[in-house]
Nanobody
């Protein structure tokens, strides 16, 4: 059974940093592109970032470019989202999702496997 588990969320002050982890069990992430998504209260879910299966291709939504970095560690079967210079508007539940893409690319659609999410709250 494919399972993704996010961790690393919490409460942080504006300007602070958090690193989210997305760990897989029951399968290896090597063949999957991974997307990070978030959903704030009363808002639709939005794609934040993604990384291709090789790790060579990444994408970011404009609002996090220069602040967030996605990476993956094959040995740990884990994908990370490093979030720096956090803002109150980054407050949301963050989800990771896995999907198979024909090419070594990633996007903000096409992810059938999802984690349960981790809460990130940016507040003073």
């Amino acid at each position: 059974q494919l399972q993704l588990v996010e961790s690393g969320g919490g409460l942080v002050q504006p300007g602070g940093s958090l690193r989210l982890s997305c760990a897989a069990s029951g399968f290896t992430l090597d063949h999957y592109s991974i997307g990070w998504f978030r959903q704030a209260p009363g808002k639709e879910r939005e794609g934040v970032s993604c990384i291709s299966r090789s790790g060579r291709n990444m994408n970011y939504v404009d609002s996090v470019k220069g602040r967030f970095t996605v990476s993956r560690d094959a040995a740990k079967n884990t994908v990370y989202l490093q979030m720096n210079s956090l803002k109150p508007e980054d407050t949301a539940v963050y989800y990771c999702a896995a999907g198979l893409f024909i090419l070594d690319v990633c996007g903000m659609k096409g992810y059938p496997h999802w984690g349960q999410g981790t809460q990130v709250t940016v507040s003073s």
